[in-house]
């Protein structure tokens, strides 16, 4: 493994200014069952500020995480904590220590209530729980961060960002030092993002060092101080932002230049595969309307809980809509189940990858066939497994799948790479609309760009493709116009030369932009 | 399925290493044990409880339970031998018996694949309700005096020393065998096992294929309870009581994940061996009932524990190795 000369780091993390460190990394490796997670590690990390790291799935970000919370041991390396010398062998001593972490999926009790959570780690405060002082720290700790939540409520049914806000308020009962956040926005709507970066910013004031996972390059470069890239478990830079771009970050992740967000040209024809009027599911969504046209990629942008995926899942079968009317190709039609959905041609690849999209012990080959199993069969009704394979194969090199080989289970593979396993099992229905629901979510920039080309080239032969996503600079160039929704309603369908981040929030926030299509109020 | 189908493959390989342990450790005590007769006679002692292990395999692989197997395998041959009692022809009670299988099977699967109860519950429900109907037909009585060509379908060996039964159990092995591991319909079983959801979503018609398995596993019970019918030559209100929990145990042993999703038949075939080489070791060697009952009660412990543990101590090597 050797460390490209041209992007060794730019930054000795000794010769900086802001005085001590509160944790500083020194020389860590570590190695798994033949796999140099991390090789000779060093990182300093300085008490208020943001210091993100990037890095695609299996740099190293994870397993260095996983040594400062004590979840794993270094092979060789120190680590110190306000310059003593420390050796944390539990996540319990770990928090000790004040370290903590937060993750992309809030680790709370759903049937506890939020005081309950927040304190869940104190068990040092006698045997009877006094509810009323419970009650009134938890609430403290709360307006500190400027959250309003009940702290009597359980923490189910809490949104996700309530419940890392919960998470936050856990941490700071703990009197953290050091703040450790892994992808704490991959599920979050933008609105939510900024709440979040809010309660971060403040944290930092309080003099908090945070270490900042992300692979959405907007974010980090909005709130991190300094950016660090790993690469292959080897630490490539560390640059202030200031000195940093998002196209030199992406280089030092992949080691090649990416053009990530260039937009695809529109291959968008004149005929339209499918045309929704009125379309409703009773208290869920209501009133969409648009036409979707052979090769034509078209965006529904909205935050999250805006009604979007229910739209795809209406129009898949799963949860059939209650009004209005679908038709494919022109022709009227009526889905009431997903195979329904299938054998009018529409295939929808699920935000749930590992519960909704794939049956993770099984095989590639058996998740690429699971939905069109009957083309497979030979006479006796038994399934053709050479031909199977091929298929599989073909999907492999076709959509560069990385694995050993297709008989792996899906659960192996990284995230990335189950999700080109996903699109593979959609693509072999032979869809003529394709309904992709958050596509890049969890996965590493070097795939995303690899998904945005295949979006692009299935889009070429003629598929209609609806891509539902967060990401809004991943809406914007992937798609000929972007359909808006708010709360259940469509707010707008923009052109792509209307369509900006500006204008689809605008329209995604309740702002009514001069020319919307649907103009009904609840 | 390289890594679960790696690690069967080893749970496979240690049954049937133990298999041989306990044939030649047999072998040794009685000089008997290794006779084709002894064989026989240990296979067709519970054939009925084989036989319906096959289609439970798959109930289980399919991440569901059939708890009523042994209610409905008593409730047709209850069936079968009232009828005939009232005048029915024998062939025509035999068809009564499984007719009363598969409607038992319907019943099951319209609460548990349409009106989405737990299939713990309902067959447990089965387990009570079949049972009680059986007694209803016979009370506390006993019916016999079947046709000479009933009663030789369970004792007269048709196939060398191979009696009906037996020959059956092979050919349904077989079946199963098929359909779990070659055709489209098996493939879909493992995967509502795995991920019931993500199968909808695939276009996999959950309901059909949970009410395949619940016909299917009541009617092979039905005809099982008219095997054991025939083999006893009698029939009586609370027979077959208590099989359903032999039949899991063969099940589990066989390396069948009761969370679903994991497991195949070859196993469960190695598994049925096991215990009856080790009952019928245990048996020559004057070991008593409830002695053997406490063995195969640690044998299923241990089938359940080996793999976690296992995985244990390698997370453990894994964790420690610097």
Redesign the interface.
Known sequence: MTLDKEHSPALDPGDVDDGKPILEIRGVAK???GTQALDDVSLALYPGEIHALLGENGAGKSTLIKIVTGV??P?HGQILLAGELVTIRSAAEAQRLGVAAIYQEPLLFPDLNVAENIFISHQDRGSIVGWRRMFQEAEAILAELGVALDVRSPARGLTLAAQQSVEIAKAISMNVRVLIMDEPTASLSAHEVQQLFKLVKDLKRQGVAILFVSHRMEEVFEIADKITIFRDGRLVSTRRRAEATPQRAIADMVGREIDLLKARPTTARKDPILSVVDLGRQGVFEGVTFDLHRGEVLGFAGLIGAGRTDVGLALFG?EPATSGTIAVAGKPIVVR???E??KLGIA?V?EDRR?????????IV?NVT??S??R??NRF???RTALERRTAESFRSRLAIRTP?V???V??LSGGNQQKVLLS?WLNTNPSILILDEPTRGVDVGSKAEVHAIIAELASEGIGIIVISSDLPEVLALSDRVLVMREGRQMAILDRAEASQESVMTAAMGQRPADSASGRAL | ????GAALKRWETLMFVLLVAIIALNSLDSRYFLSIGNFVNLFQLSIEKSIVALTMTLVIIGGEIDLSVASVMGLAACVAAWTFQHGAPMPLAVLLALAAGIVAGLNNAFWIAYVGLPSLAVTLAGLIGYRGVARIFLEDRAIGGFPEWFNQLGQQPIIGPLTASIVIFFILFVFFA?ILH???LG??I??IG??V?????????VGLIKTDLFVASAFVAALAGVLYAARLGSVRGDMAEGFELDIITAVLLGGVSIFG??GNLAGVGLAILVILNLRNGMGLANITGNTQNYVIGGLLVFSVLAPNVWQDVRNTW??R??
């Not at chain 2, 399925?1 to 679960?4: F, L, Q, R």
């Open positions: 190695r798994f069952d794993h041991q092979d799963v189940s997903p195979r959905g299938m929808y699920s519960q909704l999209g794939l049956i993770l012990p099984m095989s058996a699971l939905p199993l009957h497979f069969l009704g038994l399934i080989s008989a792996v289970a659960a192996k099992k | 399925m390289t890594g679960a098929v070659s055709s489209a493939r879909m493992y995967a795995s991920n959801q993500a199968a909808r979503y695939s276009g996999v018609r999703g994991k894994r964790g190795e610097i």
